[in-house]
Structures are given as structure tokens and as C-alpha cells.
């Protein structure tokens, strides 16, 4: 059994059964961990407080076979709701225990309240390989696209956006 002490970046939080959680954590030397926490949804649990997205806590975590969070420790949170979609997105992107000390840095940047959710989200995105410069519409190839849609990582024009009802949630790119 292995024991790991670490603070980490609540990415997401999914259920799994009645009341357990699978928890997405990001981490400086170990990046995406997708851990267990048992009971994490009942009413009473201490740790869900210090489990939701958008958090940063101290955690104990143990490893049987998966990673199992014991403890949990709130240290900041976000508040701002538009990080929610861009930190789904780095779940669904990052590989699982691979560290990106870039990535890290930006996002402990977020905490220090340094840049606007605008110009983090960007810097995220560059970073993870989705540089909007030379990027086209997904659906018509046009230019210089005003979306990212957040579940399928794809740039789409306004028109396209439109379209299609608007019903995947975007970030939007104001400045180009
Ligand atoms: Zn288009």
C-alpha cells in the first residue's frame, strides 16, 4: 500500500453508486489523479466540503489498487463559476499521473487572483495545445472561430455556434 500526502486542484467530481465520489485531482508532481472517496456524498461526510471543484486542499490519498482519498483539507477556492468548464476540459484532456509543471504554474496563478478568467482560460488553452491563432471553424473551416467548445475541444465559428443551438458550453474568445 502506498500513501501519498499532496495538495492538489479539485478538478471535477463525478458519483459512482449510491454515495461514493471519483474525484479528479491535478497535482505539481504527479498531474491528473483520478481518485475514490468513499462515502463522499452523504449528507454527513466531512470531506465533501473540501472536495469540491474549483478546490484547493491538502490530501491524503492511499493506494490498493486505486488511489483512495482518506483525507481532505481546504485550503482556497475559486469562486469564479467560469473556471468550472475549463477545468472539466483539463480532466478530459490531461493523461492520468503526468506531471505538466507549465500547466501547474497557471493554474496555482488562478489562486493568486493575478489574471482575469479571460485571459487564464486562454493561457490554458495555449498551453494545452489549442492555440487559437491559427485555429479554423470546426463545421466550415472559417477563420479566426469565436468559440471553444468545452466537452468536445473543438474551435467553431459564431455562425456555426448559433446554429447549433448553443447548447455546449463554450469559452468564448473576446480578444484576438
Ligand atoms: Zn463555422
Redesign the pocket.
Known amino acids: 500500500m502506498i500513501e501519498h500526502y499532496t495538495e492538489a486542484i479539485v478538478l471535477d467530481k463525478e458519483g459512482i453508486g449510491e454515495t461514493d465520489s471519483r474525484i479528479f485531482l491535478y497535482t505539481e508532481t504527479m498531474g491528473k489523479i483520478v481518485a475514490k472517496a468513499k462515502s463522499a456524498r452523504k449528507i454527513t461526510s466531512k470531506l465533501s466540503a473540501h472536495l469540491e471543484p474549483l478546490t484547493w486542499s491538502a490530501i491524503r490519498l492511499i493506494k490498493n489498487k486505486d488511489w483512495q482519498i482518506t483525507d481532505a483539507l481546504r485550503q482556497h477556492r475559486l469562486n469564479n463559476k467560469q473556471f468550472l468548464g475549463i477545468f472539466r476540459l483539463i480532466k478530459d484532456i490531461s493523461p492520468i499521473e503526468h506531471a505538466d509543471p507549465w500547466l501547474w504554474q497557471l493554474l496555482k496563478t488562478l489562486y493568486e487572483n493575478r489574471y482575469s478568467a479571460d485571459t487564464a482560460s486562454l493561457a490554458i488553452l495555449k498551453i494545452s495545445g489549442f492555440d487559437p491563432k491559427h485555429a479554423n471553424?470546426?463545421?466550415?473551416?472559417?477563420q479566426q472561430?469565436e468559440h471553444f467548445l468545452l466537452n468536445s475541444a473543438k474551435y467553431?465559428?459564431h455562425?456555426?455556434?448559433s446554429a447549433s443551438g448553443m447548447i455546449e458550453p463554450t469559452f468564448k474568445l473576446l480578444t484576438r
Open positions: 471553424c470546426h463545421n466550415c473551416s472559417h472561430p467553431i465559428c455562425n456555426c455556434w
